[in-house]
Nanobody, 118 residues
Framework: QVQLVESGGGLVQPGGSLRLSCAAS????????MRWYRQAPGKERELVAT????????TYTDIVQGRFTISRNNAKNAMYLQMNNLKPEDTALYYC???????????WGQGTQVTVSS
């Protein structure tokens, strides 16, 4: 199984940027499709972005398209989310998720808080 630890969250003003990181350990990172999810207070968890095992086909939810960029470095067992032009509605707890390409078992990190406020 894989262990996931997110970092990089914080407080930022509207229009600012943050880069989230997800560090993976305990398994072969390149065998996992990776995703970022987020959950705002009182709302359901929603998918933000997905990147395949090879990193060749990133996809985004419409509301972050053009502002967020997902990437991964399989040599470093890490995934990233570059978030630009942040808006107050991006405020949420951001989670890293890994799904094994063969077993489809799903793993979660503990989350990192992003707060966008002036």
């Amino acid at each position: 199984q894989v262990q996931l630890v997110e970092s990089g969250g914080g407080l930022v003003q509207p229009g600012g940027s943050l880069r989230l990181s997800c560090a993976a350990s305990g398994s072969t990172f390149s065998r996992y499709t990776m995703r970022w999810y987020r959950q705002a207070p009182g709302k359901e968890r929603e998918l933000v972005a997905t990147i395949t095992a090879t990193g060749s086909v990133p996809t985004y939810t419409d509301i972050v398209q053009g502002r967020f960029t997902i990437s991964r470095n399989n040599a470093k067992n890490a995934m990233y989310l570059q978030m630009n032009n942040l808006k107050p509605e991006d405020t949420a707890l951001y989670y890293c998720n890994a799904v094994h390409s063969v077993t489809f078992r799903s793993y979660w990190g503990q989350g990192t808080q992003v707060t966008v406020s002036s």
